[in-house]
């Protein structure tokens, strides 16, 4: 089993029934903060509790007109990905007499 581990940082510990568990330091974000959907964040992204609810929230569905899903409680707002990812199609050029598109 503990080769299993080597390398990961991790350790194993038996413990008797009788006594109390090794101390171990939990963040709060790792024992409570959970997406809408009671998904963890992914473990790279700095959590933060949000009392208002986080930014995109109050976009898309308070001023965004799509009706109130539940406030969140957690935010991983404030993530600045690393140079060089990119999200999403690739922008295609204007065609001639097309109107506004999506974002702007």
């Not at 171990?24 to 208002?52: K, Y």
């Not at 898309?60 to 690393?82: K, Y």
Request: glycine content about 14%.
């Amino acid at each position: 089993m503990m080769q299993l581990l080597e390398g990961t940082g991790f350790g194993l510990a038996v413990v008797r029934t009788d006594q109390a568990p090794p101390a171990i330091g939990w963040d709060l974000t790792d024992l409570e903060a959970r997406t809408r959907r009671g998904s963890r964040f992914p473990a790279h992204r700095q959590v933060r509790r949000s009392v208002r609810g986080p930014l995109w929230w109050h976009y898309h569905e308070v001023l965004g007109g799509r009706g109130l899903g539940p406030q969140p409680a957690w935010t991983a707002e404030g993530f600045i990905p690393p140079e060089g990812t990119r999200y999403g199609k690739e922008p295609r050029p204007y065609e001639e007499g097309e109107g506004p598109r999506w974002p702007y």
